[in-house]
Protein backbone atom coordinates (compact mmCIF):
# COMPACT_ATOMS: atom_id res chain seq x y z
CA UNK A 1 0.00 0.00 0.00
CA UNK A 2 2.75 2.01 0.47
CA UNK A 3 3.40 5.09 3.29
CA UNK A 4 0.62 7.28 2.60
CA UNK A 5 -0.98 9.97 5.00
CA UNK A 6 -4.35 9.91 4.37
CA UNK A 7 -7.84 10.91 6.65
CA UNK A 8 -10.40 8.21 8.07
CA UNK A 9 -12.55 9.88 5.23
CA UNK A 10 -10.16 9.11 2.77
CA UNK A 11 -10.59 5.70 2.60
CA UNK A 12 -12.24 4.21 -0.94
CA UNK A 13 -15.27 2.51 -0.80
CA UNK A 14 -15.75 -1.10 -2.02
CA UNK A 15 -16.47 -1.90 -5.35
CA UNK A 16 -18.68 -4.83 -6.41
CA UNK A 17 -17.79 -4.33 -10.24
CA UNK A 18 -15.37 -7.05 -11.80
CA UNK A 19 -12.54 -5.88 -14.01
CA UNK A 20 -11.93 -5.99 -17.73
CA UNK A 21 -8.56 -7.98 -16.50
CA UNK A 22 -10.75 -10.49 -14.43
CA UNK A 23 -13.36 -11.32 -16.89
CA UNK A 24 -10.77 -11.31 -19.43
CA UNK A 25 -9.07 -14.03 -17.64
CA UNK A 26 -12.77 -16.36 -16.43
CA UNK A 27 -13.31 -16.18 -20.10
CA UNK A 28 -9.76 -17.64 -21.47
CA UNK A 29 -9.70 -20.39 -18.05
CA UNK A 30 -13.79 -21.18 -19.35
CA UNK A 31 -12.36 -22.40 -22.91
CA UNK A 32 -8.56 -23.76 -21.73
CA UNK A 33 -10.54 -25.70 -19.43
CA UNK A 34 -13.20 -26.45 -22.56
CA UNK A 35 -10.07 -27.36 -24.74
CA UNK A 36 -8.24 -29.31 -22.22
CA UNK A 37 -11.79 -31.63 -21.32
CA UNK A 38 -12.08 -32.00 -24.97
CA UNK A 39 -8.60 -33.13 -25.95
CA UNK A 40 -8.26 -35.30 -22.19
CA UNK A 41 -11.68 -37.29 -24.10
CA UNK A 42 -10.85 -37.67 -27.47
CA UNK A 43 -8.89 -40.22 -29.29
CA UNK A 44 -6.96 -38.67 -32.25
CA UNK A 45 -3.74 -37.22 -30.42
CA UNK A 46 -1.62 -40.04 -33.30
CA UNK A 47 -3.84 -40.95 -36.42
CA UNK A 48 -2.89 -42.41 -39.57
CA UNK A 49 -1.88 -39.79 -42.41
CA UNK A 50 -4.68 -42.53 -44.43
CA UNK A 51 -2.27 -42.82 -47.49
CA UNK A 52 -2.15 -46.83 -46.49
CA UNK A 53 -4.83 -48.96 -47.63
CA UNK A 54 -4.86 -51.29 -45.27
CA UNK A 55 -3.31 -49.75 -41.47
CA UNK A 56 -3.63 -51.87 -38.27
CA UNK A 57 -3.24 -48.43 -36.84
CA UNK A 58 -6.20 -45.76 -37.31
CA UNK A 59 -5.91 -43.60 -34.20
CA UNK A 60 -5.06 -43.23 -30.35
CA UNK A 61 -5.92 -41.23 -27.59
CA UNK A 62 -4.88 -40.88 -24.19
CA UNK A 63 -7.95 -43.07 -23.02
CA UNK A 64 -8.88 -45.42 -26.37
CA UNK A 65 -7.24 -46.58 -29.33
CA UNK A 66 -8.48 -47.79 -32.67
CA UNK A 67 -6.70 -50.60 -34.42
CA UNK A 68 -7.77 -52.71 -37.73
CA UNK A 69 -6.69 -56.18 -38.32
CA UNK A 70 -3.51 -55.43 -35.71
CA UNK A 71 -1.93 -58.23 -34.08
CA UNK A 72 0.91 -58.42 -31.50
CA UNK A 73 4.33 -58.30 -33.07
CA UNK A 74 6.27 -60.28 -31.11
CA UNK A 75 3.67 -62.93 -30.35
CA UNK A 76 1.90 -64.25 -32.99
CA UNK A 77 -1.45 -64.75 -31.08
CA UNK A 78 -4.77 -65.44 -32.79
CA UNK A 79 -6.02 -62.76 -31.76
CA UNK A 80 -6.73 -59.71 -33.66
CA UNK A 81 -7.77 -56.16 -32.44
CA UNK A 82 -10.18 -54.07 -34.23
CA UNK A 83 -12.31 -50.77 -34.01
CA UNK A 84 -11.96 -48.72 -31.23
CA UNK A 85 -11.59 -49.75 -27.15
CA UNK A 86 -10.57 -48.28 -24.25
CA UNK A 87 -6.81 -48.97 -23.52
CA UNK A 88 -7.40 -50.67 -20.33
CA UNK A 89 -9.98 -53.43 -22.13
CA UNK A 90 -9.39 -56.52 -20.93
CA UNK A 91 -8.84 -58.14 -24.18
CA UNK A 92 -5.97 -55.55 -24.10
CA UNK A 93 -3.57 -57.24 -21.47
CA UNK A 94 -1.71 -59.19 -24.26
CA UNK A 95 -0.49 -56.43 -25.58
CA UNK A 96 -0.20 -53.69 -22.69
CA UNK A 97 3.67 -54.41 -23.33
CA UNK A 98 3.33 -52.43 -26.38
CA UNK A 99 0.34 -50.05 -25.76
CA UNK A 100 1.55 -48.46 -22.24
CA UNK A 101 5.41 -47.64 -23.19
CA UNK A 102 7.08 -45.22 -20.19
CA UNK A 103 6.40 -41.95 -21.83
CA UNK A 104 2.27 -43.03 -22.78
CA UNK A 105 1.86 -43.35 -19.28
CA UNK A 106 3.91 -40.22 -18.55
CA UNK A 107 1.46 -38.24 -20.67
CA UNK A 108 -1.33 -39.75 -19.16
CA UNK A 109 -0.47 -38.88 -15.93
CA UNK A 110 0.76 -35.40 -16.69
CA UNK A 111 -2.19 -34.60 -18.60
CA UNK A 112 -4.50 -36.40 -15.55
CA UNK A 113 -2.71 -33.47 -13.35
CA UNK A 114 -3.68 -30.64 -15.62
CA UNK A 115 -7.06 -31.71 -15.44
CA UNK A 116 -7.23 -32.28 -12.29
CA UNK A 117 -6.02 -28.78 -11.39
CA UNK A 118 -8.08 -27.05 -13.81
CA UNK A 119 -11.32 -28.46 -12.35
CA UNK A 120 -10.03 -27.20 -8.65
CA UNK A 121 -9.32 -23.79 -11.00
CA UNK A 122 -13.11 -23.92 -12.63
CA UNK A 123 -14.35 -23.80 -8.38
CA UNK A 124 -12.07 -20.79 -7.90
CA UNK A 125 -13.38 -18.96 -10.84
CA UNK A 126 -17.17 -20.05 -9.82
CA UNK A 127 -16.24 -18.30 -6.25
CA UNK A 128 -14.87 -15.21 -7.87
CA UNK A 129 -17.72 -14.47 -10.37
CA UNK A 130 -19.66 -15.15 -7.58
CA UNK A 131 -18.26 -13.20 -4.23
CA UNK A 132 -17.52 -9.46 -4.88
CA UNK A 133 -14.64 -7.50 -3.19
CA UNK A 134 -16.22 -7.18 0.43
CA UNK A 135 -15.43 -10.61 0.99
CA UNK A 136 -12.50 -11.56 3.02
CA UNK A 137 -10.52 -13.68 1.02
CA UNK A 138 -11.43 -12.03 -2.33
CA UNK A 139 -8.17 -11.07 -2.88
CA UNK A 140 -6.50 -14.90 -1.77
CA UNK A 141 -9.47 -16.60 -4.52
CA UNK A 142 -8.13 -14.50 -7.36
CA UNK A 143 -4.48 -15.75 -6.25
CA UNK A 144 -4.94 -19.02 -6.03
CA UNK A 145 -6.83 -19.46 -9.33
CA UNK A 146 -4.22 -17.94 -11.33
CA UNK A 147 -1.68 -20.58 -9.62
CA UNK A 148 -4.13 -23.35 -9.92
CA UNK A 149 -4.39 -22.42 -13.71
CA UNK A 150 -0.64 -22.16 -14.37
CA UNK A 151 0.18 -25.34 -12.51
CA UNK A 152 -1.96 -26.93 -14.69
CA UNK A 153 -0.94 -25.22 -18.08
CA UNK A 154 2.55 -26.33 -16.40
CA UNK A 155 1.52 -29.80 -16.02
CA UNK A 156 0.37 -30.10 -19.79
CA UNK A 157 2.89 -28.85 -21.08
CA UNK A 158 5.32 -31.10 -19.67
CA UNK A 159 2.67 -33.98 -21.20
CA UNK A 160 2.92 -32.46 -24.53
CA UNK A 161 6.65 -32.55 -24.94
CA UNK A 162 6.40 -35.95 -24.28
CA UNK A 163 3.58 -36.71 -26.25
CA UNK A 164 5.38 -34.88 -29.13
CA UNK A 165 8.76 -36.16 -28.99
CA UNK A 166 8.05 -40.04 -28.76
CA UNK A 167 4.25 -40.52 -30.00
CA UNK A 168 5.09 -39.66 -33.53
CA UNK A 169 8.57 -41.94 -33.35
CA UNK A 170 9.13 -45.22 -34.19
CA UNK A 171 9.03 -46.79 -30.73
CA UNK A 172 5.40 -47.64 -30.97
CA UNK A 173 2.22 -47.62 -33.02
CA UNK A 174 2.99 -49.62 -36.42
CA UNK A 175 3.40 -47.90 -39.38
CA UNK A 176 4.96 -45.10 -37.45
CA UNK A 177 6.04 -43.23 -40.76
CA UNK A 178 2.55 -43.21 -41.91
CA UNK A 179 1.51 -41.77 -38.21
CA UNK A 180 1.10 -37.68 -37.80
CA UNK A 181 0.29 -36.12 -34.75
CA UNK A 182 -3.78 -35.52 -34.29
CA UNK A 183 -6.19 -32.77 -33.85
CA UNK A 184 -6.82 -33.43 -30.36
CA UNK A 185 -2.91 -32.74 -29.50
CA UNK A 186 -3.48 -29.50 -31.24
CA UNK A 187 -6.59 -28.88 -29.35
CA UNK A 188 -4.48 -29.48 -25.86
CA UNK A 189 -1.57 -27.06 -26.89
CA UNK A 190 -4.48 -24.00 -27.56
CA UNK A 191 -6.10 -25.15 -23.81
CA UNK A 192 -2.60 -25.15 -22.59
CA UNK A 193 -1.85 -21.26 -23.81
CA UNK A 194 -5.46 -19.92 -22.70
CA UNK A 195 -4.37 -21.61 -19.37
CA UNK A 196 -1.01 -20.39 -19.23
CA UNK A 197 -2.85 -16.51 -20.40
CA UNK A 198 -5.93 -16.40 -17.77
CA UNK A 199 -3.20 -17.69 -15.01
CA UNK A 200 -1.51 -14.99 -15.58
CA UNK A 201 -4.00 -12.36 -15.80
CA UNK A 202 -5.51 -13.78 -12.55
CA UNK A 203 -2.15 -12.70 -10.55
CA UNK A 204 -2.52 -9.44 -12.23
CA UNK A 205 -5.59 -8.77 -11.38
CA UNK A 206 -4.75 -10.11 -7.97
CA UNK A 207 -2.14 -7.39 -7.99
CA UNK A 208 -5.03 -4.46 -8.98
CA UNK A 209 -7.62 -6.04 -6.34
CA UNK A 210 -4.98 -5.98 -3.66
CA UNK A 211 -3.57 -2.35 -4.15
CA UNK A 212 -7.41 -1.49 -4.02
CA UNK A 213 -9.12 -3.64 -1.61
CA UNK A 214 -6.88 -3.74 1.42
CA UNK A 215 -7.93 -0.38 2.86
CA UNK A 216 -11.29 -0.45 1.74
CA UNK A 217 -11.42 -4.13 4.22
CA UNK A 218 -10.02 -2.36 7.01
CA UNK A 219 -11.79 0.99 6.55
CA UNK A 220 -13.67 0.44 9.59
CA UNK A 221 -11.25 -0.32 12.26
CA UNK A 222 -8.85 2.11 10.68
CA UNK A 223 -11.25 4.57 12.05
CA UNK A 224 -11.65 3.15 15.34
CA UNK A 225 -7.46 3.22 15.63
CA UNK A 226 -7.93 6.81 15.08
CA UNK A 227 -10.52 7.22 17.93
CA UNK A 228 -8.67 5.55 20.29
CA UNK A 229 -5.59 7.70 19.51
CA UNK A 230 -7.49 10.50 19.93
CA UNK A 231 -8.43 9.69 22.78
CA UNK A 232 -5.11 8.59 24.58
CA UNK A 233 -6.46 5.17 25.71
CA UNK A 234 -3.70 3.28 23.41
CA UNK A 235 -0.59 5.48 24.45
CA UNK A 236 -1.64 4.65 28.33
CA UNK A 237 -1.69 1.00 27.93
CA UNK A 238 1.52 0.74 25.92
CA UNK A 239 2.76 3.18 28.39
CA UNK A 240 4.29 5.40 25.96
CA UNK A 241 4.48 9.23 26.58
CA UNK A 242 1.78 11.57 25.06
CA UNK A 243 3.18 14.30 23.44
CA UNK A 244 0.26 16.57 24.47
CA UNK A 245 -1.64 15.88 27.98
CA UNK A 246 -4.46 13.56 27.97
CA UNK A 247 -7.67 15.47 29.36
CA UNK A 248 -11.06 14.14 28.82
CA UNK A 249 -11.95 12.82 25.25
CA UNK A 250 -12.29 15.92 22.88
CA UNK A 251 -11.81 17.16 19.27
CA UNK A 252 -7.81 17.91 20.48
CA UNK A 253 -5.02 15.93 18.88
CA UNK A 254 -3.41 13.35 20.57
CA UNK A 255 -0.50 11.53 19.30
CA UNK A 256 2.22 8.92 20.87
CA UNK A 257 5.72 10.40 21.08
CA UNK A 258 7.50 7.36 18.65
CA UNK A 259 5.90 4.53 16.79
CA UNK A 260 3.91 1.98 18.04
CA UNK A 261 4.07 -1.75 16.77
CA UNK A 262 0.87 -3.79 17.45
CA UNK A 263 0.24 -7.44 17.80
CA UNK A 264 -2.87 -9.26 17.78
CA UNK A 265 -4.37 -9.26 21.53
CA UNK A 266 -7.56 -9.08 22.78
CA UNK A 267 -6.71 -7.25 25.63
CA UNK A 268 -5.57 -4.24 23.60
CA UNK A 269 -8.84 -4.86 21.57
CA UNK A 270 -10.39 -3.96 24.84
CA UNK A 271 -8.72 -1.28 26.23
CA UNK A 272 -9.24 0.34 22.95
CA UNK A 273 -12.88 0.27 23.84
CA UNK A 274 -14.03 -1.89 20.95
CA UNK A 275 -16.16 -4.11 22.98
CA UNK A 276 -18.21 -1.41 23.19
CA UNK A 277 -19.14 -0.83 19.04
CA UNK A 278 -22.33 -2.15 18.17
CA UNK A 279 -21.06 -4.41 15.37
CA UNK A 280 -18.70 -7.36 16.93
CA UNK A 281 -17.48 -7.79 13.45
CA UNK A 282 -15.20 -4.41 13.53
CA UNK A 283 -13.43 -6.27 16.79
CA UNK A 284 -13.03 -9.09 15.15
CA UNK A 285 -11.78 -7.09 11.55
CA UNK A 286 -9.49 -4.63 14.30
CA UNK A 287 -8.08 -8.10 15.45
CA UNK A 288 -6.81 -9.08 12.30
CA UNK A 289 -5.76 -5.90 10.82
CA UNK A 290 -3.53 -5.06 14.24
CA UNK A 291 -1.76 -8.35 13.45
CA UNK A 292 -0.77 -6.84 10.47
CA UNK A 293 0.20 -3.22 11.14
CA UNK A 294 3.81 -2.75 11.35
CA UNK A 295 3.86 1.25 12.38
CA UNK A 296 1.24 3.59 12.92
CA UNK A 297 2.29 7.10 12.89
CA UNK A 298 0.52 10.49 13.30
CA UNK A 299 1.17 14.18 11.79
CA UNK A 300 0.32 17.45 13.54
CA UNK A 301 -3.53 16.98 11.74
CA UNK A 302 -4.15 13.74 13.57
CA UNK A 303 -4.00 11.67 10.55
CA UNK A 304 -2.50 8.22 10.20
CA UNK A 305 0.28 7.00 8.42
CA UNK A 306 0.15 3.36 7.95
CA UNK A 307 2.09 0.48 6.65
CA UNK A 308 0.78 -2.72 6.08
CA UNK A 309 3.04 -5.76 5.60
CA UNK A 310 1.96 -8.88 4.57
CA UNK A 311 3.93 -11.99 4.73
CA UNK A 312 5.27 -12.67 1.29
CA UNK A 313 4.85 -11.04 -1.86
CA UNK A 314 3.77 -12.38 -5.05
CA UNK A 315 7.33 -13.53 -6.26
CA UNK A 316 7.70 -15.28 -2.34
CA UNK A 317 4.56 -17.32 -3.33
CA UNK A 318 5.67 -18.16 -7.26
CA UNK A 319 9.22 -18.89 -5.60
CA UNK A 320 7.86 -21.51 -3.14
CA UNK A 321 5.14 -22.81 -5.73
CA UNK A 322 8.27 -23.43 -8.19
CA UNK A 323 10.47 -24.67 -5.90
CA UNK A 324 7.67 -27.67 -4.95
CA UNK A 325 7.59 -28.63 -8.46
CA UNK A 326 11.08 -28.38 -8.69
CA UNK A 327 11.18 -30.56 -5.82
CA UNK A 328 9.40 -33.48 -6.94
CA UNK A 329 11.11 -33.05 -10.36
CA UNK A 330 14.33 -33.65 -9.33
CA UNK A 331 13.49 -36.66 -6.54
CA UNK A 332 11.83 -38.43 -10.05
CA UNK A 333 14.50 -38.04 -12.32
CA UNK A 334 16.57 -39.05 -9.54
CA UNK A 335 15.60 -42.19 -8.85
CA UNK A 336 14.14 -43.29 -12.43
CA UNK A 337 15.63 -45.64 -14.43
CA UNK A 338 14.85 -44.08 -17.82
CA UNK A 339 17.37 -41.64 -18.77
CA UNK A 340 18.16 -43.70 -21.31
CA UNK A 341 15.91 -46.57 -23.35
CA UNK A 342 16.00 -49.36 -25.82
CA UNK A 343 13.42 -49.29 -28.84
CA UNK A 344 10.77 -51.46 -27.26
CA UNK A 345 9.97 -52.60 -30.39
CA UNK A 346 12.89 -55.01 -31.34
CA UNK A 347 13.09 -58.15 -29.78
CA UNK A 348 16.72 -58.51 -29.40
CA UNK A 349 17.32 -55.30 -28.00
CA UNK A 350 20.27 -55.84 -25.01
CA UNK A 351 19.19 -52.82 -23.06
CA UNK A 352 15.60 -51.99 -21.54
CA UNK A 353 16.33 -48.91 -19.82
CA UNK A 354 19.29 -46.72 -17.90
CA UNK A 355 18.96 -44.43 -14.64
CA UNK A 356 21.52 -42.59 -12.88
CA UNK A 357 21.39 -45.31 -10.55
CA UNK A 358 19.52 -48.46 -11.75
CA UNK A 359 20.59 -50.40 -14.87
CA UNK A 360 17.53 -52.82 -16.72
CA UNK A 361 18.47 -55.29 -19.06
CA UNK A 362 17.05 -57.53 -21.40
CA UNK A 363 20.57 -59.42 -22.04
CA UNK A 364 23.58 -58.11 -21.42
CA UNK A 365 26.73 -59.99 -22.29
CA UNK A 366 29.74 -59.50 -19.71
CA UNK A 367 31.80 -56.84 -22.25
CA UNK A 368 34.88 -58.67 -20.45
CA UNK A 369 34.10 -61.69 -21.30
CA UNK A 370 34.99 -62.08 -25.40
CA UNK A 371 33.46 -65.71 -25.68
CA UNK A 372 30.03 -63.92 -24.13
CA UNK A 373 29.35 -67.21 -21.52
CA UNK A 374 27.62 -64.81 -19.02
CA UNK A 375 24.50 -62.38 -19.23
CA UNK A 376 22.99 -60.08 -16.71
CA UNK A 377 19.35 -59.83 -17.04
CA UNK A 378 17.08 -57.67 -15.05
CA UNK A 379 17.15 -54.15 -13.05
CA UNK A 380 20.09 -53.70 -10.96
CA UNK A 381 21.64 -51.30 -8.71
CA UNK A 382 24.92 -49.76 -9.79
CA UNK A 383 26.26 -51.01 -6.74
CA UNK A 384 24.47 -54.22 -6.55
CA UNK A 385 27.05 -56.55 -4.12
CA UNK A 386 24.58 -59.52 -4.50
CA UNK A 387 24.58 -60.61 -8.62
CA UNK A 388 27.72 -62.43 -9.40
CA UNK A 389 30.23 -60.08 -11.95
CA UNK A 390 28.61 -57.09 -11.48
CA UNK A 391 30.92 -55.24 -9.71
CA UNK A 392 33.69 -55.64 -13.09
CA UNK A 393 31.70 -54.24 -15.59
CA UNK A 394 31.51 -50.80 -13.49
CA UNK A 395 34.28 -49.53 -15.65
CA UNK A 396 31.83 -50.21 -18.76
CA UNK A 397 28.82 -48.76 -16.84
CA UNK A 398 30.00 -46.29 -15.31
CA UNK A 399 32.86 -44.49 -18.01
CA UNK A 400 33.37 -40.81 -17.25
CA UNK A 401 30.37 -38.78 -18.46
CA UNK A 402 27.83 -41.21 -16.34
CA UNK A 403 30.03 -40.12 -13.47
CA UNK A 404 29.97 -36.59 -14.09
CA UNK A 405 26.63 -36.93 -14.58
CA UNK A 406 25.61 -38.40 -11.41
CA UNK A 407 28.15 -35.72 -9.37
CA UNK A 408 26.38 -32.95 -10.81
CA UNK A 409 23.08 -33.80 -10.28
CA UNK A 410 23.36 -35.33 -6.92
CA UNK A 411 24.65 -31.83 -5.89
CA UNK A 412 21.56 -30.64 -7.51
CA UNK A 413 19.07 -33.05 -5.24
CA UNK A 414 20.90 -32.41 -2.59
CA UNK A 415 20.73 -28.75 -3.15
CA UNK A 416 17.34 -28.97 -3.60
CA UNK A 417 16.82 -31.36 -0.68
CA UNK A 418 18.52 -28.79 1.88
CA UNK A 419 16.30 -25.81 0.08
CA UNK A 420 12.71 -28.07 1.75
CA UNK A 421 14.49 -26.94 5.03
CA UNK A 422 14.26 -22.97 4.18
CA UNK A 423 11.44 -23.10 2.37
CA UNK A 424 9.45 -24.72 5.08
CA UNK A 425 10.59 -21.93 7.24
CA UNK A 426 9.39 -19.59 4.58
CA UNK A 427 6.08 -20.92 4.65
CA UNK A 428 5.17 -21.66 8.14
CA UNK A 429 7.10 -19.70 10.39
CA UNK A 430 9.29 -16.49 9.12
CA UNK A 431 7.46 -13.20 8.22
CA UNK A 432 9.08 -9.86 6.99
CA UNK A 433 9.32 -8.57 10.50
CA UNK A 434 12.10 -11.53 11.17
CA UNK A 435 15.39 -10.51 11.40
CA UNK A 436 16.72 -12.90 9.29
CA UNK A 437 14.27 -13.34 6.69
CA UNK A 438 16.06 -11.37 4.22
CA UNK A 439 18.94 -13.58 4.54
CA UNK A 440 17.10 -16.60 4.69
CA UNK A 441 15.33 -15.88 1.23
CA UNK A 442 18.61 -14.88 -0.57
CA UNK A 443 20.38 -18.12 0.81
CA UNK A 444 17.54 -19.92 -0.62
CA UNK A 445 17.72 -18.35 -4.16
CA UNK A 446 21.59 -18.62 -4.41
CA UNK A 447 21.13 -22.48 -3.28
CA UNK A 448 18.47 -22.76 -5.99
CA UNK A 449 20.24 -21.12 -8.67
CA UNK A 450 23.65 -22.96 -7.84
CA UNK A 451 21.41 -26.36 -7.77
CA UNK A 452 19.54 -25.90 -11.32
CA UNK A 453 23.53 -25.15 -13.01
CA UNK A 454 24.64 -28.46 -11.58
CA UNK A 455 21.29 -29.75 -12.98
CA UNK A 456 21.27 -28.20 -16.20
CA UNK A 457 25.99 -28.96 -16.13
CA UNK A 458 24.13 -33.27 -15.55
CA UNK A 459 21.66 -32.85 -18.16
CA UNK A 460 24.26 -31.55 -20.71
CA UNK A 461 26.97 -33.78 -20.46
CA UNK A 462 24.27 -36.62 -20.47
CA UNK A 463 22.89 -35.29 -23.90
CA UNK A 464 26.50 -34.95 -25.31
CA UNK A 465 27.78 -37.89 -24.39
CA UNK A 466 24.94 -40.68 -23.29
CA UNK A 467 23.85 -41.90 -26.47
CA UNK A 468 26.97 -42.18 -28.48
CA UNK A 469 28.13 -45.21 -30.76
CA UNK A 470 30.59 -47.17 -28.63
CA UNK A 471 28.84 -47.40 -25.37
CA UNK A 472 25.21 -48.89 -24.90
CA UNK A 473 24.45 -51.81 -27.01
CA UNK A 474 21.75 -51.23 -29.52
CA UNK A 475 22.81 -47.53 -30.18
CA UNK A 476 20.73 -47.20 -33.19
CA UNK A 477 17.25 -48.00 -31.33
CA UNK A 478 18.01 -45.84 -27.84
CA UNK A 479 16.40 -42.84 -27.40
CA UNK A 480 16.39 -40.87 -24.55
CA UNK A 481 13.39 -41.66 -21.77
CA UNK A 482 10.84 -39.49 -20.03
CA UNK A 483 13.36 -39.27 -17.38
CA UNK A 484 15.65 -37.53 -18.90
CA UNK A 485 12.67 -34.76 -19.99
CA UNK A 486 11.70 -34.27 -16.25
CA UNK A 487 15.19 -33.99 -15.62
CA UNK A 488 15.36 -31.10 -18.13
CA UNK A 489 12.40 -29.35 -16.61
CA UNK A 490 13.96 -29.71 -13.30
CA UNK A 491 16.68 -27.44 -13.66
CA UNK A 492 13.89 -25.20 -15.36
CA UNK A 493 12.45 -25.16 -12.55
CA UNK A 494 14.93 -25.05 -9.67
CA UNK A 495 16.56 -21.41 -11.88
CA UNK A 496 13.32 -20.01 -12.04
CA UNK A 497 12.56 -20.77 -8.12
CA UNK A 498 15.86 -18.93 -7.47
CA UNK A 499 15.51 -16.27 -9.48
CA UNK A 500 11.92 -15.78 -7.79
CA UNK A 501 13.39 -15.90 -4.25
CA UNK A 502 16.14 -13.21 -4.84
CA UNK A 503 13.19 -10.88 -6.40
CA UNK A 504 11.56 -11.76 -3.04
CA UNK A 505 14.63 -10.61 -1.18
CA UNK A 506 14.60 -7.63 -3.34
CA UNK A 507 11.49 -6.30 -2.35
CA UNK A 508 11.81 -7.13 1.13
CA UNK A 509 15.20 -4.71 1.65
CA UNK A 510 13.13 -2.21 -0.51
CA UNK A 511 10.40 -2.56 2.01
CA UNK A 512 12.97 -2.16 5.06
CA UNK A 513 14.47 0.75 3.55
CA UNK A 514 11.37 2.54 3.31
CA UNK A 515 9.85 1.73 6.04
CA UNK A 516 13.30 3.23 7.70
CA UNK A 517 13.44 5.99 5.55
CA UNK A 518 9.62 7.38 6.48
CA UNK A 519 10.23 6.62 10.34
CA UNK A 520 13.28 9.03 10.48
CA UNK A 521 11.04 11.54 8.13
CA UNK A 522 8.44 11.25 10.50
CA UNK A 523 11.39 11.70 13.52
CA UNK A 524 12.81 14.75 12.17
CA UNK A 525 9.28 16.42 11.55
CA UNK A 526 8.15 15.80 15.37
CA UNK A 527 11.02 17.08 16.62
CA UNK A 528 10.50 20.29 13.94
Known sequence: ???????????PVISM???RNGLTAVGLSVLGAFLILLAFTTKSWLVTDGKLEHPKFERIGLWVVCFKEFEDSHHWYDTRFHSCWWVFEEEYYIIYDILFKGF?????????????LTVF?????TLYMYLNRAYERYVQILFTAGILYIAAAICSTIALIIFGIDGDSRVWMPHWEHNDIGWSYGVAVAGTIALYVSGVLYIINNFYEDDNVTVAHWRRAVEAVDRAFRDGHLCMFLGLQPTQPIHKPGPASRACSEAVTLSDNPIVINQLGL????DRWTANLFSKFASNVTKFMFDDNNHSTYIIMKKRSLAGNVALGLYVLALVFVFISFFSTSWLVSDGRITGAKLESFGLWTHCFRSLPDPNDPAE???????HWIFDPFTKGYDEIKGFLLPFYIVATQFFYTIAFLGTLVSAVGSSMFLLCCTPDEKRFIQITFALGITLIVSGVCAAIAVLIFALFANRPGWMPGHDNNFFGWAFGVAIASFFALLASGAFYLVETNIQVKKRKYLKESQTKFDMESKG
Open 373 to 379: RRFFVGC
Open 121 to 125: GLFYT
Open 17 to 19: AKS
Open 275 to 278: NSLA
Open 1 to 11: MGNSRRSRLDV
Open 104 to 116: YIATQFWFSACVL
